[in-house]
């Protein structure tokens, strides 16, 4: 969805990449899934994705108390958020929805704008729109990967590449663990996707290690401009829509991850996912439980 939307205050409610340290909780029971355990263990780790609609529920009101209840409720030990503003306008309250949300939830946050914008006035913050990975572990380095566009901010958009690819390392138990956020294009034309999936394989491939992909990929899993992400990650399929909120029809939310079999050192087992409940934005959350290379505790 495009930037631009507007949302309505809640009544009860009075950037370049940024690196701010902060901490989570325990994880809940899940559902059973049907991947194999991995062979002697693993080091277990709750990841979600979420597009938060810059703080609107589905009513479109803004809300940052009932969103972050939402993020807390999941227990996650990762989290990749997409529609994240940051001084951005009226809409969200010109809060920089990304560093109060890791405060709020003590977590590590590294935000990758989509969009940095000139302010409105000298002295103010630049509006800024992008991805966030929040962690309760350490964030030892992040990048702000450029991709294939087509800009919301531009009358005569033409595609190229631009930021918001975001890509924070966290160190989960001495393990590093490449966590990559994205929201891929809306429109019905999947042809910017293609260029985009080209794009997040080609970032992806200079990485080693256990990779995951959060993301609102605007597509649904069968669709063709998807088929190659495939070749590599793992779909961890939660069995349930997540768009629209209301009264979802679509999965077009994901959590991927690198392939497990035949790859101890690298690969990713998801043990299960799931889609909660929820009217908190105006897309819903894919959570998953995942288990690292490693032996956990």
């Known amino acids: 969805m495009s930037p631009t939307r507007r949302m309505r205050r809640s009544p009860h409610l009075a950037a370049t990449a940024a690196l701010l340290g902060v901490l989570c909780a325990p994880p809940a029971a899940a559902s ?16 979600a994705t979420y597009n938060i609609h810059a703080g609107a529920g589905a009513d479109g009101v803004f809300d940052l108390d009932r969103l972050t209840g939402e993020l807390r409720s999941m227990e996650a030990d990762v989290i990749g958020l997409q529609e994240v503003d940051r001084h951005w306008g009226a809409r969200s309250e010109r809060r920089d929805l990304a560093k109060e ?34 962690s ?13 566009r087509l800009s919301t901010q531009d009358p005569n958009p033409a595609p190229a590449l631009a930021p918001g690819f975001g890509e924070a390392v966290v160190r989960v138990r001495g393990l590093p663990v490449h966590v990559y956020v994205t929201h891929l294009d809306y429109r019905p ?42 070749q590599e990650l793992t779909d961890a399929d939660p069995g349930a829509p997540t768009f629209p909120a209301q009264a979802p029809l679509k999965r077009i939310d994901f959590v991927a991850v690198s392939k497990a079999r035949d790859r101890p050192r690298t690969g990713v087992f998801v043990r299960a996912a799931w889609v909660p409940p929820s009217v908190a934005s105006d897309h819903r959350a894919v959570v998953a439980d995942l288990l690292l290379p490693g032996r956990g505790r």
Do not use: C
């Open 32 to 47: 059973t899934a049907d991947t194999p355990e991995r062979p002697g263990g693993g080091v277990p780790l709750r990841v």
């Open 136 to 148: 309760r572990h350490p964030v030892v380095s992040a990048e702000n990967h450029e991709i294939t």
């Open 189 to 230: 034309d999947p042809a910017v996707r293609v260029a985009q999936v080209a794009d997040t394989r080609r970032v992806m491939a200079e990485d080693r290690g256990p990779k995951i992909l959060l993301g609102d990929f605007n597509a649904e899993p069968d669709a063709p401009e998807l088929t190659p992400l495939w």
């Open 101 to 134: 949300l890791a405060r709020r939830l003590r977590m590590h946050v590294f935000f990758a704008p989509i969009y940095s914008l000139d302010p409105p006035e000298p002295g103010l913050p630049r509006p800024e729109f992008g991805v966030a990975v929040l």
